[in-house]
Every structure is written in C-alpha cells, then in structure tokens.
T-cell receptor, first 113, second 113 residues
Framework: DQQVKQNSPSLSVQEGRISILNCDYT??????FLWYKKYPAEGPTFLIS?????DKNEDGRFTVFLNKSAKHLSLHIVPSQPGDSAVYFC????????????FGQGTRLTINP | GAGVSQSPSNKVTEKGKDVELRCDPI?????LYWYRQSLGQGLEFLIY????????KSGLPSDRFSAERTGGSVSTLTIQRTQQEDSAVYLC???????????FGPGTRLTVL
C-alpha cells in the first residue's frame, strides 16, 4: 500500500523555466509534509516543508503547495537551474507519535541548459 | 564534518552471511532513524530510536534485522543470514528531536550476491 505517490518518475525542464513536481497521499492522518533532494551517492537533503495548517510555504526559489481536500502537494522551483538536477522525494509524517517519514518513489528532475 | 556519517560506504557480501552497518549521528541529536532504499523505490522506514525510549521497530522487515544504539549515539544495524532481496542502500538519519528535520547520511550500499 503506497501511501505517498509520485507518479512521474522523471521530468525534464528548460533552464530558467518553472519545474513542478507532484505528490499525492492517501493517509488523512498525515499532518506534515517535506521535500528532500538527492544527488547520486549522497543522502537526501532537506529542502522545504509544510504543515497541514498551511496551504503554501515559500523559501527562495522553492514553493510548496498543499491541497488537503485533494490530498495533493506540489513543489515549484522557479527559475530552474542546472544544479537543481537531482531526484526529489516527497515525504509525509502522521499526527502524533509516529516520527517516521513515509516517502514517495522519487522524481528525477533534469534541467536542460 | 558535522554531518551524519555511515560506514562502510559499500558492502558486498555472500548470501547467508551476517553484516553490520554503522551510523554516527550528528552530535546532540537525540533521534536516530534507519531507512532503506531498494532499486527504483522510495525510502522505506526500518527503525527509530529516541533518547532512552524503547525503539520503534515497526518497519523491520523480518527478525533477521536488528539495531542497537549504544550510549545514545552510535547505532549499528545488523542483518543476519543476508538474502539477495536485502540488497539496497541503507540510510541513517538523525534529528534534534522526534519532530524535527531529519538529516541523512550518505548511506551504505549493500549488495548480497
């Protein structure tokens, strides 16, 4: 049972354009969502997060949007840069007690010059 | 560096052998997590340690897997009688507290022949 799904295994975007990565979840007990970025042979690096009490969180070029009714979140990167090329993982955490993160399968983003 | 470190970075073993993977968390972090990433998959939670509390072992896939955290710092994940399906990248993460951002190590790539 895949509770967090990233349905696009890969995405190619032109440098300078907007990258939009999507994530869907099924568990209504999730109350906190995160995006991690992973380069080859490195561990995932925290990028940005959002609490379920918000619908948007922005940090520089990165914005995360949360649509609770649709159980959907997205990460927007604008403008996209070559260094953004990496695998992006969406993760979710349930309310109270369960500290573990539930991850999606990841989306490989390639920024083309 | 002050990040999470893991050793070895790569481990090749024969089916049926036991392996030990080590994690050194960030100094001062009370929470420690083990995840694994199989080929083409997202990260899968294995076990969580928080201070002196009993660990959350709910993600361990079988009784061949065990983990310890000595002195509230270093952790060892042990896999007994390894099987080919155990081949994966094993990632350790730590956080200041159970609700805080998890910081990942570079992982140990385990290959079971």
């Amino acid at each position: 049972d895949q509770q967090v799904k990233q349905n696009s295994p890969s995405l190619s975007v032109q440098e300078g354009r907007i990258s939009i990565l999507n994530c869907d979840y099924t568990n209504s007990m999730f109350d906190y969502f995160l995006w991690y970025k992973k380069y080859p042979a490195e561990g995932p690096t925290f990028l940005i997060s959002i609490s379920s009490i918000k619908d948007k969180n922005e940090d520089g070029r990165f914005t995360v949007f949360l649509n609770k009714s649709a159980k959907h979140l997205s990460l927007h990167i604008v403008p996209s840069q070559p260094g953004d090329s990496a695998v992006y993982f969406c993760a979710a955490r349930a309310i109270q007690g369960a500290q573990k993160l539930v991850f999606g399968q990841g989306t490989r983003l390639t920024i083309n010059p | 560096g002050a990040g999470v470190s893991q050793s070895p970075s790569n481990k090749v073993t024969e089916k049926g052998k036991d392996v030990e993977l080590r994690c050194d968390p960030i100094s001062g972090h009370t929470a420690l997590y083990w995840y694994r990433q199989s080929l083409g998959q997202g990260l899968e939670f294995l076990i969580y340690f928080q201070g002196n509390s009993a660990p959350d072992k709910s993600g361990l896939p079988s009784d061949r897997f065990s983990a310890e955290r000595t002195g509230g710092s270093v952790s060892t994940l042990t896999i007994q009688r390894t099987q080919q399906e155990d081949s994966a990248v094993y990632l350790c993460a730590s956080s200041f507290g159970g609700q805080d951002t998890q910081y990942f190590g570079p992982g140990t790539r385990l290959t079971v022949l």
